[in-house]
């Protein structure tokens, strides 16, 4: 069955450190997309990436960068440099291709980042 | 501009009284869904829906329905609601092209059901 762990509740780091958000995951299909999104204070969902299963390689884009490692089924998220806006709850998700081709999202329960002035 | 509107986006209303948000997205995605949010729960799949006519559960679907008659709107039905489905509501829409995706959120409709 499909999981995903996001074992850090909350998170508090003070601006301009850098933090890692840890996302493990666990599924049997050997196909299947891993996915993070941010829902700051105001309340909105934001899609940050997916990545294939795939495609192992290191994604980054501007502070942020993603490590995906199949042989810890590791999905994690670096801030680099935080910054007060990055204070937000951030979800992990999976998502297996079922044999219709249709497929459905699993999320973690969400890790809260706080970033102290 | 690219947006996915659901309405209301808040609403109280009592036991067993029918009640359906709707769900619209500009974008001619194919593929739209819904979650719940629950504190403690993160999210949580309701149902989707790859196209027109083409629906699926997710993980929590029960005491819900939905319809896709048409591309651009994908409206969740309560026919009985409960005081267990009081939540926060996302309706979601992905571009998909080739091995890429991106999705789209709705701002969310807050429900209570009394």
């Known amino acids: 069955a499909q999981k995903v762990t996001q074992a850090q509740t909350e998170i508090s780091v003070v601006e301009k450190e850098d933090v890692t958000l840890d996302c493990v995951y666990e599924?049997?299909?050997?196909?299947?997309?891993l996915f993070w999104y941010k829902q700051p204070p105001s309340g909105e969902l934001v899609f940050l990436i997916r990545?294939?299963?795939?495609?192992?390689q290191n994604e980054i884009s501007g502070r942020y960068s993603w490590n995906f490692q199949k042989s810890t089924s590791s999905f994690n998220f670096t801030i680099t440099a935080s910054q007060v806006v990055d204070s937000a709850v951030y979800f992990c998700?999976?998502?297996?291709?079922?044999?219709?081709?249709?497929?459905?999202?699993?999320f973690g329960t969400g890790t809260r980042l706080k970033v102290l002035a | 501009e690219a947006q996915v509107t659901q309405n209301p986006r808040y609403l109280i209303t009592v036991t067993g009284k029918k009640l359906t948000v709707t769900c619209s997205q500009n974008?001619?995605?194919?593929?739209m869904s819904w979650y719940r949010q629950d504190p403690g729960l993160g999210l949580r799949q309701i149902y989707y829906?790859?196209?027109?006519?083409?629906?699926d559960k997710g993980d929590v679907p029960e005491g819900y329905k939905v319809s896709r008659k048409e591309k651009r709107n994908f409206p969740l039905i309560l026919e009985s609601p409960s005081p267990n489905q009081t939540s926060l509501y996302f309706c979601?829409?992905?571009?998909?092209?080739?091995?890429?995706?991106?999705?789209?959120f709705g701002p969310g409709t807050r429900l209570l059901v009394l």
């Open positions: 979601a829409s992905s571009l998909m092209v080739g091995f890429q995706e991106t999705q789209y």
């Open positions: 599924t049997r299909d050997t196909t299947y997309y």
């Open positions: 990545r294939n299963s795939f495609d192992e």
């Open positions: 998700a999976l998502s297996e291709a079922e044999g219709s081709g249709t497929y459905k999202y699993i």
């Open positions: 974008m001619n995605h194919e593929y």
């Open positions: 829906s790859m196209n027109v006519e083409v629906t």
